[in-house]
């Protein structure tokens, strides 16, 4: 089989006393074939090199200066991990191939040289691909470009930077109509919809599927803490001691939770707990690069023996010396934990060690509805979707910086894209003309006229300057508003988000990047801070809430409706359902289970829905306005990924009138136009299709500046010209992203058809963990976990009482 490589490839495998993987080999064949490939294989298999080993077959067999080979990643750090990766076996071979990356962290003089003389293989993101692409000496750049390597393709392609990437590729082939398309990916649950959106025109079965051989399955745990599972609590900061006692034992661990505010705090808690003063070390994506960098090497180099991070180390990046991945709190997603634990023992003949720690009685259920997930091969399904319209305005002032076009061979190249492929002519038109003029309400404007038609036809950027401004502006992650946390000698540790930022004050005091800052002074766009040994609080960041997988959700309510799967559960979860089953009911899974009953002069409504916490907020909010309506005076509600807990002055006697369907009309549409929901969306939306700058040359808005430009726009056209292109893109992002309608509007079909309302005397044991959550937001950060679990203590013993 290795006969099939060239001598340096051949030698280097049996120096190393290695053989090429069946599905590497397999992926060279398609490239010789001339096929686009997606190739699923587990984490561990050598997927990377299985990418690559076509690019640098080619390169030895026939050596091009220039760019041979494009790898895009989701993630600066994956970018930089790969080149460090790549660039030990090509030395190691002694070839001449230039590897480098290109992404946001880049110093700008290397971007220009890049341009210039470009590496034969260049690693990237698909914001700095669509930047490279702005410039006029893309086509020249990409004209000999063989092969684009799209890494972890199931972290984006579902998402605007999918609806980004998918242009960008659509754009690369009409400058190298010879490019082939490779995909790559550990976690797929539905491998043809990735080949039709990886193909372009949707023909899925032009491009090649390649699948790897299984790896050893992963040895996943549960934490079960001494004593009991909380009742309430979501983040599993209880099992502190445990875990630290789980780092003692391995190698090197990487403890992930899903929230930066979560991080900072659960390294706290183990720094409290870490009697051996073990280097344990945080990563997140509000660090600053140098601060992530240094984590990076110290953890390559085997310096760190514990990592605390988010979702910014989720994909990809290998360390070999990883032999452990803790899970605080629940997964979300079978894929998502599948992929985290792939980080540890990055050896496909070696099984992955990976401890989930639950944080309540739901989260238990959820963390084994993964392990039987993981366990069935049952990955999350992601569903695609049309392009955004916001990103289709950035791509096509992008490729106008690059040059004049003419609207129909755009409109052809547009429609390559996936995501693009049913765009109409007029859906177009209305695109081409909101660039030209900002639209109706906003044409008298010449700083809204960014294109212009010339009397051939074609479409150019009005003015150098709008393509200074498209560079410095472009992007698809629209963060909340952020201020830059520095020493007062100018080193920068990271950001937090304004909001935090504004209710600090000279001389508060917070945790960031794992120590104890003080305020010294507060300024427009930045916090300058300095170390101190004070108590300090966390800081909060807003981001989007990962809602539990529809999956997921599917397998909790089958387990509810089924005591045989319950005699592996723990005593005390057992016994949670017994009880919950004799004294009120569990719900079957086509049910939607309300219970009512009163307490300490409020009446309750609980609603076991399962549909996550975006969809739970939208209804909340929705069924406490129709509370109101019929006099029932409701004081407010919480939700979680499970349920949703309604409490008013008044009893609800009969829930299946609130679950009308029209609920998602009128009253839906009313509430989202007058919540702060339409304006966050359509702030997004703005940036991103370039209608608000973030930036101007040598200076930087701050995050409030740009709000109020938003705010402004957005009240203008609501007024002026509410069917506004940006309005409708904001209102899809809305419905999509922001209260996942799709998910709600099954709920309320669930309603109408299978409600089930039992009237209870107190508070049902499958209440408990929702019900704590009333007022923990009052609480003050750090005490919330403590004080919540006295009280769940006291609500669960009234509960339980039979």
């Known amino acids: 089989m290795a006969a099939d490589l060239p001598a340096p490839l051949a030698n280097w495998f049996a120096a190393k006393g290695w053989g090429p993987r069946r599905h590497q080999l397999d992926m060279l064949a398609a490239a010789r074939a001339g096929r686009d490939a997606l190739l699923v294989a587990p984490t561990g298999s050598g997927k990377t090199l299985a990418g690559f080993l076509a ?3 080619q390169l030895i067999e026939a050596p091009q200066d220039g760019l041979h080979t494009l790898y895009v990643s989701p993630l600066k750090a994956l970018a930089v991990d790969v080149q460090r990766n790549l660039l030990t076996p090509i030395e190691e071979m002694g070839l001449d191939i ?31 691909l669509s930047l490279l692409l702005s410039y006029p000496d893309s086509a020249g750049l990409f004209a000999n470009l063989k092969t684009i390597v799209i890494d972890e393709v199931h972290a984006f392609a579902t998402t605007k930077r999918g609806d980004l990437l998918a242009l960008s590729i659509a754009r690369l082939s009409a400058l190298a109509p010879e490019m082939r398309r490779v995909a790559l990916s550990a976690t797929i649950a539905d491998p043809d919809a990735y080949r039709g959106w990886l193909s372009g025109d949707g023909d899925y ?7 790897g051989d299984p790896g050893a399955p992963p040895q996943i745990d549960i934490l079960i803490p001494e004593g009991r599972i909380p009742w309430a609590g979501h983040s599993g900061r209880y099992a502190a001691e445990q875990v630290m006692a789980e780092i003692e034992t391995h190698k090197t661990t990487i403890i992930f939770c899903n929230t930066r505010s979560l991080a900072e705090l659960i390294f706290q808690d183990l720094w409290k707990a870490n009697a051996m003063g073990l280097p344990i070390g945080i990563h997140h994506g509000s660090l600053s690069r140098e601060a992530r960098r240094k984590v990076e090497g110290a953890m390559a180099e085997g310096r760190l023996r514990a990592l605390v991070a988010t979702a910014s180390l989720d994909l990809g990046v290998d360390w070999g010396d990883v032999d452990l991945v803790i899970q605080m709190g629940a997964p979300k997603g079978a894929s998502r934990l599948l992929q985290r634990i792939g980080r540890a023992n990055h050896r496909l ?12 009685r739901f989260e238990y259920l959820e963390g084994r509805a993964a392990l039987d997930a993981i366990e069935a091969g049952e990955l999350d399904n992601d569903p695609f979707r049309a392009g955004s319209i916001d990103v289709l305005a950035q791509h096509v002032m992008a490729v106008a910086c690059a040059g004049p076009f003419a609207a129909e061979a755009m409109l052809t190249e547009v429609n390559s894209a996936a995501p693009y492929a049913t765009l109409t002519p007029e859906q177009f038109d209305r695109v081409l003309n909101y660039i030209a003029n900002g639209g109706y309400a906003l044409k008298a404007y010449d700083k809204f006229k ?7 036809g074609r479409w150019r950027v009005s003015h150098p300057n709008f393509a200074v401004q498209h560079r410095l502006n472009a992007g698809i992650i629209v963060e909340a508003p952020m201020l830059d946390v520095r020493f007062k000698n100018g080193r920068s540790l990271g950001k937090v988000e304004e909001g935090f930022g504004t209710t600090l004050a000279p001389g508060d005091c917070f945790f960031f990047m794992g120590m104890a800052l003080e305020v010294q002074k507060i300024d427009l766009t930045d916090l300058i801070v300095r170390a101190t040994a004070k108590p300090a609080r966390i800081p909060t960041y807003g981001g989007a809430r990962m809602p539990i997988s529809t999956d997921l959700a599917a397998r909790v309510r089958d387990y509810l409706h089924d005591p045989s799967q319950w005699a592996r559960f723990p005593d005390d979860v057992r016994e949670w359902l017994e009880v919950q089953q004799r004294r009120s009911r569990l719900p079957a899974p086509d049910e939607l289970l309300v219970e009512t009953f009163p307490r300490d002069q409020r009446h309750y409504m609980v609603i076991y829905s399962f549909e996550g916490w975006n969809a739970h907020q939208s209804l909340g909010m929705l069924l406490t306005r129709r509370m109101e309506s019929l006099g029932l005076s409701p004081l407010g509600f919480v939700a979680s990924d499970y349920a949703i ?5 008044e009893p609800v006697t009969d829930p299946a009138a609130l679950f009308s ?4 009309e009128d009253e839906f549409v009313d509430w989202v136009e007058r919540s702060a929901l339409l304006k966050r969306a359509f702030r997004e939306v703005a940036v991103i299709g370039g209608l608000v700058e973030r930036q101007h040359p040598g200076k930087k808005k701050s995050g409030r500046q740009v709000t109020f430009s938003t705010d402004l726009i957005y009240d203008v056209l609501r007024r002026y010209e509410p069917d506004h292109l940006l309005l409708d893109a904001a209102w899809a992002d809305a419905r999509a992203k922001m209260t996942d309608v799709g998910r709600l509007s099954h709920l309320i079909e669930r309603a109408a058809e299978n409600i089930v309302h039992v009237q209870l005397d107190r508070v049902s044991p499958l209440a408990v963990p929702v019900l704590v959550l009333i007022g923990r937001e009052t609480v003050a950060q750090g005490l919330a976990d403590d004080v919540l679990l006295i009280e769940a203590d006291a609500l669960a013993a009234e509960a339980m009482r039979e």
Not at 205 to 211: C, G, H, R
Not at 450 to 456: A, E, K, M, N
């Open 55 to 57: 690019t640098l077959v």
């Open 98 to 128: 230039r590897v480098e990356t290109r992404t946001g962290d880049t110093p700008s003089d290397r971007k220009a040289r890049q341009r210039v003389k470009p590496p034969q293989i260049l690693l990237t993101t698909p914001e700095s």
């Open 205 to 211: 079965e032009a491009v090649a599927l390649v699948q």
């Open 349 to 360: 003949d070696e099984p992955s060690e990976a401890v989930l720690v639950p944080g309540n």
């Open 450 to 456: 960014r294109l212009t038609r010339d009397t051939d």
């Open 645 to 649: 807990a309604c409490y008013s002055l």
């Open 661 to 664: 369907p029209e609920i998602l």
